[in-house]
């Protein structure tokens, strides 16, 4: 989710860098929070990822600190965008050498930063990690038979089951870690205890200092890519802080003193033909590149919401042109029918879009409510349920996440205006995170289907199985269809190029704009914000090869966010 808590202004005016005109010996005019002796014209200061304090330094338990997984822990390789293939990185190959064999090759050379050398018992021993119960990919285990070290650099893999978009999107999504360190922490302590804050990294970077509000990273010498593929990133320090209120980033990003944002941040278009000058992904409309999709999200275990009929007249009913316009003034657009991000848009179906799709009308809303026998027998101008009970749903967002809420009081708006009693409820960010996994909730919004190597990965959060007490990361609706599920899993497995993966991907789309598990709204932006007074040379959708996102949220630097480091350059 992209989060937006309002927290206390942890680096006010005079706890960040000084604005733009310093020198490269100038030291930043920082609080006791920054780093005062850092050079401004060597440091990139961020903000919007962070929402809390760093945490645990942690790959294993998933600790949140910006950066460990990108400028620290590295992939083994990365996704590109915009060849939309999964590209080597710390592997120099991978290829399926059997049916159910991948073999990857590590590049010769790569040093852990304290000195020895990356080998194929790192990524074993990685891989072995996932054994423990309680580890976030320990689910391969049920379809990986092993991982073998043939010699220093070569790894092998094999398979119960050849999941091929699966493994792909796990080659990309998780890091390797050192054996030689890791190996001395017990099970507790990988799952649960805080690990050494001066990680052992194969990453451009180290870490140079943290607090409460910031951690700071330090250029490494010797970072392997810059032989290998000729990459040199171009900041020495990179100082993230801890996101506060977006008018305040707002004010620090014109006058140059935070170089990227992040964060959500309305009325932004208003500021980029300012001085300094300010960019965004987009020059125009919609501004931000679209990474997620936004999903009202129904629990299909209670009526009317286990109604297929009942749902699609809902999604008649809500429109998101108003939401895309009064809610993000046009920086972002409406969702596809499908859900399907515009990355996949080759996959549409037009016919069964036709067939199947919806768009706002609210007229076709209310047939559809009377044709399924949805009736306001009391007069109160709200439909009963088949049973003639009252209807009376609520829609819970997180306080604070201010489009969100906005967003959300323009859907029950919609739905009440067809007959749909809904109202909204605003509750702590967390206690939202909890009704979603234990299912204690009517509808809520939420957009943790994103950009991957396949569109696998958003049928999977739509009708992943069984539906468990607990709903950790998917299928959150907890809609039960088994014919889906078998469709999700198949796709799993075939290659891109194989002529079964499009149909399997058409006969999913109809399901998924016929039962409605979910009803897509808008697409999410990859929010970002950047200021040209320091660096300068911002990754762009309007360039010629975009595809790299000026993003440091934690899953972007598998997609190669890495790349923007290497590509900024400092201004003049």
């Not at 399926?96 to 080998?119: C, H, M, N, Y």
């Not at 109604?307 to 998101?320: C, G, K, L, V």
Request: charged share 25%.
């Amino acid at each position: 989710m992209t989060k937006r808590r309002h927290l206390p202004a942890l680096f006010a005016t005079a706890a960040l860098a000084t604005a733009a005109g310093c020198t490269d010996d100038e030291a930043p005019e920082v609080g006791r929070y920054a780093n005062g002796d850092l050079p401004r014209g060597e440091t990139l200061y961020s903000t919007g990822t962070a929402w809390g304090p760093p945490g645990d330094f942690n790959p294993i338990s998933a600790g949140e600190v910006t950066g460990l997984n990108g400028l620290g822990y590295e992939h083994l390789f990365i996704f590109d965008t915009v060849e939309q293939r999964i590209v080597p990185w710390l592997a120099e190959a991978g290829e399926w050498i059997a049916e159910r064999e991948f073999r990857v090759q590590l590049r010769s050379g790569v040093k852990w930063s304290d000195g020895k050398p990356l080998t194929a018992e790192d990524v074993v021993f990685t891989f072995e990690l996932g054994k423990i119960d309680g580890v976030p990919y320990a689910n391969i285990w049920d379809w990986l038979d092993s991982a073998e070290a043939v010699d220093e650099l070569t790894v092998l893999f094999r398979f119960s089951e050849a999941r091929q978009q699966e493994w792909d999107n796990f080659l990309y999504t998780n890091e390797i870690v050192p054996k030689h360190v890791f190996e001395a922490y017990t099970q507790e302590e990988l799952l649960t205890g805080p690990l050494d804050p001066n990680p052992v990294v194969t990453g451009p970077y180290s870490v140079h200092s943290f607090d409460e509000t910031q951690v700071t990273w330090v250029k490494r010498d010797g970072w392997w890519a810059t032989e290998a593929l000729g990459l040199e990133v171009q900041p020495r320090y990179i100082v993230d802080f801890v996101t506060t209120g977006h008018a305040e980033i707002l004010n620090l990003l014109i006058e140059g003193r935070i170089d990227l944002a992040n964060n959500f941040m309305p009325g932004i278009d208003d500021f980029l033909k300012g001085e300094p000058e300010l960019s965004t992904f987009y020059d125009k409309p919609p501004f931000m590149a679209p990474v997620n999709t936004a999903m009202l999200i129904p629990n299909t275990t209670r009526q009317p919401l286990d109604d297929p009929e009942f749902r699609r007249a809902m999604a008649y009913a809500i429109s998101p042109g108003e939401i895309v316009d009064e809610v993000y003034g046009g920086m972002v657009s409406e969702a596809h029918p499908t859900g399907l991000l515009p990355i996949w848009e080759r996959y549409y179906d037009a016919e069964a879009v036709s067939r199947h799709g919806f768009v706002f009308e609210p007229y076709t809303a209310l047939d559809l409510l009377a044709a399924a026998g949805y009736k306001d027998e009391d007069g109160d101008g709200f439909v009963e349920t088949l049973d003639g009970e009252p209807i009376a749903l609520q829609l819970v967002v997180p306080a604070g996440w201010t489009d969100w809420e906005d967003a959300a009081t323009a859907i029950a708006r919609d739905l009440n205006d067809v007959g749909i009693n809904v109202t909204t409820s605003f509750i702590e960010a967390a206690e939202v995170d909890a009704v979603r996994v234990n299912g204690d909730f009517d509808m809520l919004i939420n957009n943790a289907s994103g950009v991957t190597n396949s569109p696998w990965s958003h049928f999977q959060y739509l009708f992943e199985l069984p539906v468990r007490d607990d709903q950790n990361r998917a299928n959150f609706s907890r809609w039960e269809d088994e014919h889906a599920w078998e469709l999700t899993q198949e796709l799993s497995t075939l290659p891109s190029d194989d002529p079964r993966y499009p149909e399997v991907i058409a006969e999913l789309q109809v399901i998924a704009m016929r039962d409605l598990p979910a009803i897509p709204i808008w697409y999410n932006g990859a929010w970002s914000q950047a200021c040209n007074a320091v660096w300068t040379g911002w990754p762009s959708g309007d360039s010629a090869a975009p595809g790299v996102y000026p993003s440091f949220w934690g899953h972007m630097w598998g997609l190669g966010s890495v790349r923007l480091l290497t590509e900024i350059r400092r201004a003049e």
